[in-house]
C-alpha cells in the first residue's frame, strides 16, 4: 500500500488535510512504524477496507456511519485505526494486544503532535509560540472545508 | 583609521545632498536589510527537523539580526521625520537577485540550505573595501534579467556600490554631510518624533541591541551595529560588542570549526562544527506563485504564505510608523510565519518529483489580486 | 553565556589528591553554584566535587537533553534525564503506594511512610534548577516570624531585613522578571526604587479569566476577612529587561550556555515546558553561574560521588571527604579519591546533605540531622471552564492567589498559595494526551475529535494549593545500611507524614475551590483516588497530597546547638570548618517556593566565607609584610 493511500486514510480519521499531515514531515515514519508493528499485511487490509467500504460514498452523514461501522468498530482494524489517529496526534505509537510496546516513533514525532495544534497550542517544549504570545485568546485554527480527503475527490489531480 | 574618518577625508561630489537623497537611500537600504530575510528564512527551515543544530543556530541568529539592521534603518528614516513603508510593490526583490562583491556581482537565491547557499551568505557579508575613491561607485549592464539589483544607487540609474559596506559608507557620509549643513542653517536634521523610536524594551533580537536614534551620533551608531555585525569591527571577527560578525559566523560552516575569543580570520581554533547538507529538504528555488500548479493544496498555502508575509511587512510598517509596542509581536508573527513555512517545505512540489514546496515572499498589493 | 571550552575535565582525582583547596564544596547544584562563583571572585581556590557526569554544557548536549524529552514515551519530569547507575535519582513515577509490612524500596528513595511521596529532585551538572519551574517567590516578613507571632515551628535566627539584600543579589543572579507594583502584599518590603531585573511576564489568557470571576472575593478565616486577587508570579526566567533596574543601569539577561555563542535564550519564548527543561534556556539554571565559576578557574571533578566526611575525633573537624570516582556512567565501578580543602561546604540539597551526614555516623548531639524534613503539600483542584480559555499555552504557570500566603489562622492551620496551571490538568490527570487516548477510544475522530479536543482542553483549569508544611521532628531522612545504591552509598530513608496543620490547611484548600469554582461557572471535575499514593483522610474526607520538590528542613539553622544543626551563616556548630547549605537549613518553608530564600542565605554564607578566609588568612599576611 502506498503512502498516498496511508495519507488519505489518516487524513479523514485526524481531520486534518493531506497536506497539513505531509505537511508535519513525519507520513513516511508513520507509515513505517504502523507496518513495523503490524505487517505490510496489517496496513494493507485496514487501507483497503478503508477504500472497499468507505471512499466511494460521497454523503457524508453514509460516510461516517460506515467509518465507525466497519472501520473503527472492526475488531480487528478498530484498534489499529485509533492507534493511528494518536499516533499523528501526539507522536506516541500505544501498545496493543500482541504488541504491547509503547514508544514514540521518533523524537521529531512529538513536536509535529496535532493534538496541539488543533487546540492552538505548542507541544510543550516544541514550536515556541513566542513571548507574551499566551496572553491573548489561542488561534484555533478553523476545520477544512470538507472531511473527505482531497486526493480522493473526483478530481484527484488538483489533490 | 576607521571607515568613518577616512570618508571625511573624502572628495566630494557623492550622492546624497539633500534629505530627499538620504530619504532614497534608507529605502534603498531597508530593502536590502530585508533582501537577505527570504533567504536565510528559506535556508534555515529547510533543515531537517533534529539534524543540523550548528547551523541552525548559526543561521537563526544572523536572520534574527536582519531584522534587528531593518529596525535600525527605520530608526534613522523615522529620526530624520521620513516615512517607513515596507509594503511598497517592488519591496520584495525579485530573486534571484544582484548584490555586489566588488568589481563583479553574485546572485542571492531563496535555495535550500546547500555549500552554495554558503557560499552566498559569505558574499552577502564579506567586508570588501573599493580600492580606490573612483571604484566606489561601479556601472552595471541592464541584461541582468528580472532580478532586484540590491546596494544600487537610489538616484543614479544602472550604477552600483563596489560592495554593501560602501553603500552604507554613502549614507555615513550623506548623514554627516546633511546633518553639517542643518546645524549651519540653525535648523535639525533629526527632527522626527522620538516616541516613534524602537528601543530594546520593543525590539529584542538576541544579538546586539537596537540603538534609538536622536541625532547624528545615535544615527552613525545605528549604522556602524549594522556594518559591524555583518562583517566585524576594523578588519576583526568581532564587532564592537564583542559578538562574532555574520561573516565570520557563516564561516565556521564552511571551516567546520568555532571561532572563540582570540582568534584571527580563517583561523577558528573552537570546537567542532557538524554540517550535514543531505539533511535538507530540497526546496525549489526562487519559487514565484506562478510555478504552482493553480488549484493544488501546496498552490493555496503558498498563496496564503505569501499573503501572511505581506501582512507581516504591513504590519511592521504599522509597528514603525509611531507605535513601537506592537513590535512585541512581531515575534509571535515570525513564529507563526515558521510554522507555515515549515508545513510547505515538508510537501512535495506538484509535479516535480524530488523538489519540495518553496515558500512566496508576498510581495505587496501587486501579488494579492 | 560562553562556558570555557574544557572546563568540565580541568581536574581529575589524582590532581585532586594533591591539593588544599580553600573551600571544597560538595554538589554543582545552585547552592554550589552561587558560592563557588564569589569565592572565585576573590580569587580563593575552589573545588566542586559533582556526582553526576559534566560534559561542556553545550548547546548540543542540551539539545540531546531535549530529543530525549521528545522520544520518551512518558513525559514525567526527569524524562529528559539519563539514568546511571552510578547515581541514581527519585522519580515521580516510582511512587507507589506504601503497604503494611515495609518500605517503598522501589526507587531510590527508600520510603517508609505512612505518606508516600513523589518529590524529586535531579542529579545532574546544575543540579535540580535543571528541570525547576522557577517560581521566585521571597518568603513573607511574617514568614520568619512564625515562631514569635503564632507559636508555631522552630525560630529563625535572622528575620526578612537581614535577608532582603540577600534576596536582590539572589534575584539578579537567578534573573528575575516581575513588576515591583504586583509584588508589594502581607509586608512584603523592598529598599525604595527596587525593581526586578526584568519586567513581569504577561499573565496568560487562563490568568486574565479566572481574574475576572475571581477578583474581589471576600473570604473569612479566623475573624480575619481577606479579598482574593490574581496575581502574576515572579518568574526566573528571561522577559524584557527593566531600564530602571539597578538605578537606571539597566540588567543584560543571561541566555543559552554553551562553548560555542548561541544568542539565544535571552527572553522566554512561551515554550510551556519550563518543567522538565527549557528548550531555549530562558529559564535560569545553575549552569549560567557555573559557567561563570569554571571561567575563573574553579576546578569541577565530576562523577565523584561524595560517600563520607571525615572529621577529626578532637576537635570535629573535618579532614577530609572521601568519593568515589565512577569512569564509565553505565558501570558501577569505581576509584576511591579524598578531597581536602581549608573549608567544606555541603550543597547537594536537603534530603542528599543529611544522607551524607549521616552516612558519615555525623549524627549531631542533638539528633537532628535529617530530621525537620519539609516540603511542600500541594493539593490540586481542577475544573472545566464555561468558555475557551486557550489552556495549555504561556509559561507552566504565570499567575496564582497569594492572599492566603499569611494571617492569624496560621495559629492553627497552613498558610497556602493558589497556582494557577497554565498546562491544565496535566498534573493530575496526564492530560491533553489523556484527553486524547479517551476521546479516540470512543471512536470519535475527524472533525469530532478536533471538536471535542478544544471543548474538553481548552477549557481546563487547575488549581495547585501549595502549602506549608511545618518542621516536624518524625519527619525525617535516615540512613539504613541494608539499602545501597550500585556505587555503595546508602539511600536516603524517608519517613513522612502529613501534619495535621497541613490537611487543616489542604482542607480550607478544598472548600474555597469549589466556592471559586462556583463563582467562575466551572465544573469541578477534582477526584481522589483512595488506591494512589499521597492519598490521606482527614476528618472523614480524602485528598491527595502530592510531593512539592520543595526539601528543605533537614539541618535547621537557629541559635543554638541544642535546637538547631547550623548557626545563621550554616555552619555546623558541632564541626568548625564545616558548612551544610540549601534547602536544608531554612527553620520554616511559608509558601514561597524555597530556592530564592535558600540561595539568599547562601550568597550570605558565601560572604561570612570570604570574611573567615581573609581572617584566616591575616597572621600569614603579616608575616610577609
Ligand atoms: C519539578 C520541580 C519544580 C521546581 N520548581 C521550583 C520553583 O518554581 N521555584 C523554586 O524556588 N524551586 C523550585 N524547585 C526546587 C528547586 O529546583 C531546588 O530547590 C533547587 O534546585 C535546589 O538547589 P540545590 O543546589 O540546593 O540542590 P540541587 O539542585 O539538587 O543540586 C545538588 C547537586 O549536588 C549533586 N550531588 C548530590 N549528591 C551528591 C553527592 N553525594 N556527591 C556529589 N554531588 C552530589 C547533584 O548531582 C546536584 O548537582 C523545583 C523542583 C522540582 C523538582
Ligand atoms: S515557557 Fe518556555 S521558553 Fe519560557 S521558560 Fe518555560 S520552557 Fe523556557
Redesign the pocket.
Known amino acids: 500500500m502506498s503512502l498516498d493511500d496511508f495519507v488519505a486514510f489518516s487524513s479523514e480519521v485526524t481531520g486534518f488535510t493531506e497536506f497539513d499531515l505531509l505537511g508535519t514531515g513525519q507520513a513516511q515514519s508513520y507509515r513505517d512504524t504502523v507496518a513495523g508493528v503490524v505487517g505490510e499485511q496489517g496496513l494493507a487490509e485496514l487501507l483497503s477496507a478503508y477504500r472497499r467500504e468507505v471512499t466511494e460514498l460521497s454523503d457524508e452523514q453514509l460516510r461516517a456511519e460506515q467509518l465507525t461501522r466497519s472501520v473503527l468498530g472492526d475488531p480487528r482494524l478498530g484498534p489499529l485505526a485509533r492507534n493511528i489517529i494518536k499516533l499523528w496526534y501526539c507522536g506516541v505509537w500505544f501498545g496493543l494486544p500482541g504488541h504491547e510496546d509503547t514508544f514514540t516513533a521518533s523524537p521529531q514525532a512529538y513536536p509535529q503532535g496535532l493534538l496541539w495544534y488543533a487546540i492552538g497550542a505548542n507541544p510543550p517544549?516544541a514550536r515556541?509560540p513566542g513571548y507574551g504570545s499566551w496572553a491573548g485568546p489561542p488561534r484555533i485554527p478553523a476545520l477544512p472545508a470538507s472531511p473527505i480527503p482531497r486526493s480522493l475527490t473526483r478530481n484527484p489531480s488538483a489533490g | 583609521m576607521t571607515s568613518q574618518t577616512q570618508l571625511l577625508d573624502r572628495p566630494l561630489p557623492a550622492e546624497i545632498d539633500t534629505v530627499a537623497d538620504l530619504e532614497a537611500y534608507l529605502n534603498a537600504a531597508l530593502r536590502l536589510e530585508h533582501a537577505t530575510i527570504p533567504p536565510y528564512l528559506t535556508a534555515l527551515y529547510s533543515l531537517h527537523p533534529g539534524t543540523n543544530s550548528d547551523a541552525r543556530h548559526v543561521i537563526r541568529v544572523v536572520a534574527v539580526e536582519e531584522m534587528l539592521h531593518l529596525t535600525l534603518v527605520a530608526n534613522v528614516m523615522n529620526a530624520i521625520g521620513r516615512r517607513v513603508d515596507l509594503t511598497a510593490d517592488d519591496f520584495v526583490p525579485a530573486y534571484p537577485a544582484h548584490l555586489p562583491s566588488g568589481e563583479t556581482d553574485f546572485l542571492v537565491s531563496v535555495q535550500p540550505f546547500s555549500p552554495a547557499a554558503v557560499t552566498t551568505f559569505l558574499n552577502i557579508e564579506r567586508p570588501a573595501k573599493a580600492p580606490s575613491e573612483g571604484r566606489r561607485l561601479l556601472p552595471y549592464s541592464d541584461d541582468l534579467g528580472a532580478g532586484t539589483v540590491l546596494a544600487a544607487s537610489p538616484l543614479n540609474p544602472g550604477v552600483r556600490f563596489y560592495s554593501i559596506g560602501e553603500f552604507y559608507a554613502e549614507i555615513d557620509r550623506g548623514l554627516r554631510h546633511l546633518d553639517h549643513e542643518y546645524r549651519q542653517r540653525g535648523e535639525e536634521l533629526f527632527s522626527g518624533d522620538p516616541a516613534w523610536q524602537v528601543t530594546e524594551e520593543y525590539f529584542y533580537s538576541g544579538g546586539g541591541e537596537v540603538v534609538p536614534v536622536t541625532d547624528l551620533a545615535s544615527a552613525l551608531r545605528a549604522l556602524t551595529l549594522i556594518a559591524e555585525q555583518g562583517e566585524g569591527l576594523g578588519g576583526g571577527i568581532y564587532d564592537g560588542e564583542g559578538e562574532l560578525s555574520h561573516y565570520y559566523r557563516f564561516e565556521q560552516i564552511q571551516l567546520a570549526r568555532y571561532y572563540q575569543k582570540g582568534d584571527v580570520a580563517a583561523r577558528p581554533s573552537g570546537p567542532r562544527l557538524d554540517v550535514d547538507f543531505s539533511a535538507v529538504y530540497p526546496v525549489a528555488i526562487d519559487t514565484e506563485l506562478a510555478d504552482y500548479p493553480a488549484g493544488t493544496p501546496a498552490f493555496e498555502a503558498a498563496e496564503t504564505f505569501s499573503r501572511t508575509y505581506a501582512d507581516f511587512l504591513a504590519y511592521l510598517t504599522a509597528a514603525y510608523h509611531g507605535q513601537p509596542h506592537q513590535l512585541l509581536d512581531a515575534v509571535a508573527w515570525m513564529f507563526r510565519l515558521r510554522d507555515d513555512m515549515n508545513r510547505l517545505i515538508r510537501n512535495p512540489f506538484p509535479g516535480r518529483p524530488g523538489v519540495h514546496a518553496s515558500p512566496v515572499f508576498g510581495r505587496g498589493p501587486l501579488e494579492r489580486s | 553565556m560562553i562556558f570555557p571550552e574544557g572546563a568540565s575535565a580541568r581536574t581529575s582525582p589524582a590532581a585532586v589528591a594533591g591539593r588544599v583547596y580553600d573551600v571544597v564544596i560538595v554538589g554543582a547544584g545552585i547552592a554550589g553554584a552561587v558560592i563557588a562563583d564569589r569565592l572565585s571572585r576573590e580569587g580563593r581556590s575552589v573545588l566542586v566535587l559533582e556526582a553526576a557526569p559534566a560534559e561542556d554544557l553545550t548547546i548540543k548536549g542540551y539539545e540531546a537533553y531535549l530529543t530525549d524529552f521528545y522520544a520518551a514515551a512518558s513525559k514525567d519530569n526527569q524524562s529528559p534525564y539519563p539514568v546511571i547507575e552510578p547515581v541514581p535519582m527519585p522519580r515521580s513515577t516510582d511512587a507507589r503506594p506504601i503497604r503494611p509490612g515495609g518500605p517503598n524500596t522501589n526507587g531510590y528513595l527508600v520510603q517508609n511512610g505512612p505518606h508516600s511521596t513523589d518529590t524529586t529532585y535531579t542529579r545532574v551538572l546544575g543540579g535540580t534548577t535543571m528541570h525547576w519551574e522557577?517560581k521566585i517567590l521571597r518568603m513573607l516578613p511574617q514568614d520568619f516570624e512564625l515562631a514569635e507571632q503564632r507559636g508555631q515551628g522552630p525560630k529563625w535566627p535572622l528575620g526578612y531585613a537581614d535577608l532582603e539584600p540577600f534576596y536582590r543579589e539572589a534575584e539578579r543572579e537567578i534573573g528575575v522578571s516581575a513588576d515591583i507594583e504586583d509584588q508589594r502584599y502581607l509586608g512584603l518590603t523592598y529598599p525604595p526604587n527596587y525593581v526586578f531585573p526584568m519586567r513581569g511576564l504577561p499573565p496568560s489568557y487562563l490568568d486574565q479569566m479566572v481574574a475576572r470571576g475571581v477578583d474581589g472575593t471576600r473570604v473569612e478565616l479566623d475573624g480575619e476577612e481577606f479579598s482574593l486577587k490574581v496575581r502574576p508570579f515572579p518568574q526566573g526566567?528571561n522577559g524584557i529587561p527593566n531600564p530602571a533596574y539597578d538605578a537606571g543601569r539597566g540588567f543584560v539577561p543571561v541566555g543559552a550556555v554553551s562553548t560555542s555563542q548561541v544568542d539565544e535564550g535571552e527572553r522566554?519564548?512561551?515554550?510551556?515546558?519550563?518543567v522538565p527543561l527549557?528548550?531555549?534556556q530562558?529559564?535560569y539554571h545553575a549552569g549560567k553561574t557555573l559557567a561563570k565559576a569554571l571561567d575563573r578557574n574553579v576546578d569541577l571533578l565530576a562523577q565523584s560521588v561524595a560517600y563520607q566526611v571525615h572529621t577529626d575525633p578532637e576537635t570535629g573537624r573535618v579532614t577530609q571527604i572521601e568519593y568515589r570516582h565512577y569512569h564509565d556512567p553505565n558501570s558501577a565501578e569505581y576509584q576511591t579519591g579524598f578531597a581536602r580543602g581549608r573549608t567544606y561546604v555541603l550543597a547537594t540539597n536537603a534530603i542528599e546533605n543529611a544522607r551524607l551526614m549521616l552516612a558519615s555516623g555525623l549524627q549531631s548531639r542533638s539528633d537532628l540531622v535529617g530530621r525537620n524534613l519539609m516540603d511542600h503539600a500541594y493539593l490540586l483542584t481542577w475544573a472545566l471552564l464555561p468558555e475557551i480559555a486557550g489552556t495549555m499555552r504561556?509559561?507552566?504557570c504565570t499567575s496564582g492567589i497569594v492572599d492566603l500566603r499569611g494571617g492569624r489562622f496560621r495559629r492553627d492551620q497552613a498558610s497556602f498559595s493558589i497556582d494557577i496551571h497554565n498546562d491544565g490538568w496535566g498534573w493530575p490527570t496526564g492530560a491533553p494526551v489523556s484527553d486524547l487516548v479517551r476521546i479516540v477510544d470512543q471512536n470519535t475522530y475527524g472533525f469530532d475529535l478536533r471538536r471535542s479536543l478544544v471543548d474538553q482542553v481548552s477549557r481546563q483549569l487547575l488549581f495547585a494549593h501549595m502549602i506549608e508544611v511545618l518542621a516536624e521532628p518524625e519527619n525525617r531522612v535516615t540512613v539504613d545500611p541494608r539499602y545501597r545504591d550500585r556505587l555503595g552509598n546508602m539511600r536516603p530513608v524517608i519517613s513522612f507524614r502529613v501534619p495535621d496543620y497541613t490537611m487543616r490547611g489542604a482542607a480550607f484548600a478544598r472548600r474555597l475551590s469549589r466556592q471559586l469554582f462556583e463563582r467562575l461557572g466551572a465544573q469541578d471535575h477534582t477526584s481522589y483516588d483512595p488506591s494512589e499514593y499521597g492519598y490521606v483522610e482527614f476528618e472523614g474526607e480524602g485528598y491527595r497530597i502530592l510531593g512539592g520538590n520543595h526539601l528543605a528542613g533537614t539541618h535547621i539553622m537557629g541559635t543554638s546547638p541544642g535546637t538547631s544543626v547550623v548557626d545563621d551563616n550554616q555552619r555546623s556548630w558541632e564541626h568548625e570548618n564545616l558548612y551544610l547549605v540549601g534547602g536544608g537549613s531554612m527553620p520554616t518553608i511559608g509558601t514561597a517556593n524555597t530556592t530564592v530564600t535558600a540561595t539568599a542565605l547562601c550568597l550570605r554564607t558565601a560572604r561570612h566565607l570570604l570574611h573567615e578566609l581573609r581572617h584566616q588568612d591575616q597572621p600569614v599576611a603579616l608575616a610577609t609584610h
Open positions: 517544549g515556541a | 522557577g526566567r522566554c519564548q512561551g515554550n510551556n515546558n519550563c527549557c528548550p531555549v530562558a529559564k504561556g509559561t507552566n
